[in-house]
């Protein structure tokens, strides 16, 4: 089980938002390639980046910090990124610059055949975000809920060839509330690509918790405010899913 640090940006720097409101919004950092650093000095084994002004407007916002990080990670750690991807060219464009895996979120929705085309086009470095509300997919940054149902969607994508599924619970990301376990555990069952989870952790527990489902198909879970704030200790939490992964292979 990965437990991945969570880096959004907005203007430039590192913040966290409550719900996905912009007007939110906490600057944990003015220095996103000194904070992918200390992440990777603290054991992480991948970075999960939000260009968070990228999201809201639809096209990337905040390249300069990005090319920061990645020059920061220098290819030793993977990097998935997302925030206004809507196009091959963007997507190609990050994938020359670093990152590892791009994440598609609202034009997966929006635009079913530019995923299809995206995953033809970059095999295996595609990621799907899907955020949901009570069970129910959300685009436009969080803004707009829409009537698709989260496992649907997901087998459908599935089916394009995604790598795989971060899905986040809207209601409790950055409200240190606790994973929505239910859900995630659910729409693992249903896929058989993995399952990434976000949204809520907020300390030792939900990570046992996690790590208990991780043979539903839960290969990871994203960590924010959590990490920031200082409920969950980032190393303390590798160290236990590590553990716990082990314990349950034998």
Not at 102 to 117: E, R
Not at 119 to 145: H, M, T, Y
Not at 205 to 215: Q, Y
Request: hydrophobic fraction near 40%.
């Amino acid at each position: 089980m990965l437990i991945i640090p969570a880096i959004d940006i907005k203007d430039g720097h590192c913040v966290r938002l409550k719900q996905g409101v912009m007007e939110d919004a906490t600057v944990f950092s003015e220095n996103p390639g000194e904070m992918a650093t200390h992440w990777l000095e603290q054991g992480a084994r991948r970075l999960h980046l939000v260009d968070l002004n990228g999201a809201f407007a639809g096209k990337p916002k905040n390249r300069t910090a990005i090319r920061a990080i990645v020059q920061a990670i220098n290819n030793e750690i993977p990097i998935q990124l997302g925030g206004g991807i809507r196009d091959l060219d963007t997507i190609e464009g990050y994938l020359d610059e670093g990152v590892s895996y791009v994440i598609i979120g609202t034009a997966a929705v929006k635009i079913p055949g530019f995923l299809h085309d995206a995953c033809n086009a970059f095999p295996g470095q595609i990621l799907v975000g899907l955020d949901a509300r009570e069970g129910k997919v959300a685009v436009d940054g969080w803004s707009k809920v829409t009537g698709h149902d989260v496992v649907d969607l997901a087998l459908k994508f599935e089916s394009y060839g995604v790598e795989a599924i971060i899905y986040t619970d809207i209601g409790r990301d950055g409200m240190l509330s606790g994973i929505n376990i239910e859900a995630t555990v659910e729409l693992a069952r249903k896929l058989t690509i993995p399952v990434i989870a976000s949204g809520g952790i907020t300390n030792l527990d939900d990570v046992r918790t996690l790590c208990e489902n991780e043979s539903e198909g839960i290969m990871g879970a994203i960590t924010g405010r959590a990490i920031y704030e200082g409920t969950l200790n980032f190393k303390e939490a590798q160290t236990l899913a590590d553990k716990l992964h082990d314990e349950n292979s034998v």
